[in-house]
């Protein structure tokens, strides 16, 4: 499984209809999510867990998949870094 940053964006007149799309999956969906709301940001972040990019676009509500940003995540070890200094 990868771990992939999601940002879901919304305006604030969408803002109660995407917190309720969200919580309508559950409290655990819910939980994952990290909102800037209340700072003016109309922007959910989650950290998912999936198969694939396919499968994290499916776990979120449908109107927020067209302004959704999805980035894979992934860690380095400090052997890694050491290997890209002597890449160079």
Same mark, same amino acid.
């Given at each position: 499984?990868? #771990?992939? &940053?999601?940002?879901?964006?919304?305006?604030?007149?969408? !803002? &109660?209809? @995407?917190?309720?799309?969200?919580? *309508? #999956?559950?409290?655990?969906?819910?939980?994952?999510?990290?909102?800037? !709301? *209340?700072?003016?940001?109309?922007?959910?972040? *989650?950290?998912?867990? @999936?198969?694939?990019?396919? @499968?994290?676009?499916?776990? &979120?509500?449908?109107? &927020? #998949?067209? =302004?959704?940003?999805?980035?894979?995540?992934? =860690?380095?070890?400090?052997?890694?870094?050491?290997?890209?200094? #002597?890449?160079?």
């Amino acid at each position: 499984m990868a #771990r992939y &940053l999601v940002e879901s964006q919304h305006t604030p007149e969408e !803002c &109660l209809r @995407a917190l309720d799309e969200v919580l *309508a #999956r559950g409290p655990d969906e819910l939980a994952r999510y990290d909102w800037g !709301c *209340a700072s003016g940001d109309h922007t959910g972040y *989650a950290t998912i867990e @999936a198969e694939s990019r396919t @499968a994290v676009e499916a776990a &979120l509500p449908e109107f &927020l #998949r067209y =302004k959704m940003r999805i980035v894979e995540l992934n =860690k380095f070890t400090p052997e890694q870094i050491r290997a890209f200094h #002597r890449g160079l």
